[in-house]
């Protein structure tokens, strides 16, 4: 039973929401974001509060109730405060630089690759101790999945540690042979 689509979703001031049929659209100072609901939920928007509603109580019905209720909230989320992304390019020789709406990436490759940036995400670069690219945007869907297009480049690799990582993730290091 799902617990998490039983929560109600506040409203923050300044985003607008929009309920046509099964399409609700989110409008905020960020951005607009639009989705077609399942037909087993509805939507109850209350004043600056949103519930989701199951039809009955299945067991799949209950479990689109709190996938529903978690992309609602993630796009109000997103279109008021929005969303942001790290990773980290760790390697000799990786250069990544954003110009224009597209980000060239240097990665032990005989050739730069040159990766098109999606409308609604920006990218800048900070070039410290190591490469930081970090990713914003409205569309938690969006974002995610640029981040993960970006990391499928270069994978990290356990044992040196190369490649693109998240900021927030753990990279287990393995010993080679010499250790053996």
Known sequence: MSRIGKLPIKIPSGVEVK?????????????????????????????????VIPQDETKKTRSIQ???????????????????????????????????????MHLGFSHPIEFDIPEGIKASVEKQKEIKLTLEGYDKELLGLTAARIRQYRPPEPYKGKGIIYADETIIRKAGKAAA
Do not use: W
């Open 66 to 104: 709190g996938l529903t209720r978690a992309l609602i909230a993630n796009m109000v989320t997103g279109v008021s405060e929005g969303f942001k992304k790290e990773l980290i390019i760790n390697g000799v020789g990786y250069k990544v630089d954003v110009k224009g709406n597209q980000l060239v």
């Open 19 to 51: 309920l046509d049929g099964q399409q609700i659209t989110v409008k905020g100072p960020k951005g607009t974001l639009a989705r077609t609901l399942h037909s087993v939920v509805s939507l109850n928007i209350d004043g600056d509060v949103i519930s």
